[in-house]
């Protein structure tokens, strides 16, 4: 007889943690002795059924038991199989064993260093520092940090997402490109949306 399907939703801190999930299920069972196989008396009996959840599972992983379906006069019970669900989240997403996590920073971070303060699907708090400019698109990976199973570790990885500010004083402007150069103002505007660089007022030198 085909096996009884049912959906087991984890969520990923479940997934990374490992955990216990338990189920009450109710199938038929024959009164016995069974007197007329033709008009069989039926009893409602309710089991706890226990699912251990190890680190690392994925989503589609099976579990089943053996006949534990509903029970008739010659038919075998039929097993009951729990298929994972994996739960959005909302901060990371899976890849396999590896992990994404998408950061936004402002554009003065990006430029200046940043520390990304992460709280981990255990409940750490990962501080990983970024000295480095931040471009749009930057990713940086953090070894080791992704799901667990066994002796296998993924990695995490954390995409950079930018704010850049709407608008700029006529004297910021002034401030960024004197710091940084008109070359690196243009990859700003690029960056931001836009393909005008903004036309600063120049002064001539005093003689």
Known sequence: MKAIARPMDCSLEELYCGCLKTFNVTRKRLVQPVEDEDNPIYEDVTKKLT????????????????????????????????????????????????????????LSSALCGHTVNIKHLDGRTLNVSCPEVVQPGYEKVVKGEGMVKGEDRGDLTIRFNIEFPKFLEQKQKEHVQKALGFSFLRQVCFAAGSDRIPRLKTHPPPY
């Open 51 to 106: 699912v251990a959840i190890k680190p690392g599972w994925r989503a589609k992983t099976k579990v089943t038991f053996p006949g534990e379906g509903d029970e008739g006069p010659g038919i075998i019970p039929a097993d009951i199989c729990f298929s994972v669900r994996e739960l959005p989240h909302a901060h990371f997403t899976r890849d396999g064993l590896n992990l994404l996590y998408i950061h936004t920073i402002s």
